[in-house]
């Protein structure tokens, strides 16, 4: 089992489109992998779940991946999170 605990910016939202990006990431491969966020857990395949998660902005993300392929998934999730466009804050 790995586990990688990522910081996520201040400004990044997680909504559907995102979700299902990390979700689709992550049925690509034969582990399992989780994600957690202070004392929540998420199936990191199942984009209702990684939606649930409620991502913070600014807050810590945990990645957990166990099985044949962990390092894989555990690198490909970490780069997709942090790919993740910042949300644009507008003023009036």
Same mark, same amino acid.
Do not use: N, W
């Given at each position: 089992?790995?586990? +990688?605990?990522?910081? /996520?910016?201040?400004? #990044?939202?997680?909504? *559907?489109?995102?979700?299902?990006?990390? *979700?689709?990431?992550?049925?690509?491969?034969?582990?399992? #992998?989780? %994600?957690?966020?202070?004392?929540?857990?998420?199936?990191?395949?199942?984009?209702?779940? #990684?939606?649930? /998660?409620?991502?913070?902005?600014?807050?810590?993300?945990?990645?957990?991946?166990?099985? $044949?392929? $962990?390092? $894989?998934?555990?690198? *490909? %999730? $970490? +780069?997709?999170? /942090?790919?993740?466009?910042?949300?644009?804050?507008?003023?009036?």
């Amino acid at each position: 089992m790995l586990t +990688k605990t990522i910081q /996520l910016s201040e400004r #990044v939202g997680f909504h *559907a489109c995102p979700a299902g990006q990390v *979700a689709d990431v992550a049925r690509k491969y034969r582990s399992m #992998v989780m %994600l957690q966020t202070d004392e929540r857990m998420a199936d990191a395949k199942r984009p209702l779940s #990684v939606m649930r /998660l409620g991502f913070p902005p600014g807050g810590r993300v945990e990645i957990i991946s166990d099985g $044949e392929d $962990e390092a $894989e998934a555990l690198k *490909a %999730l $970490e +780069k997709i999170i /942090l790919s993740i466009e910042p949300v644009r804050i507008y003023s009036s």
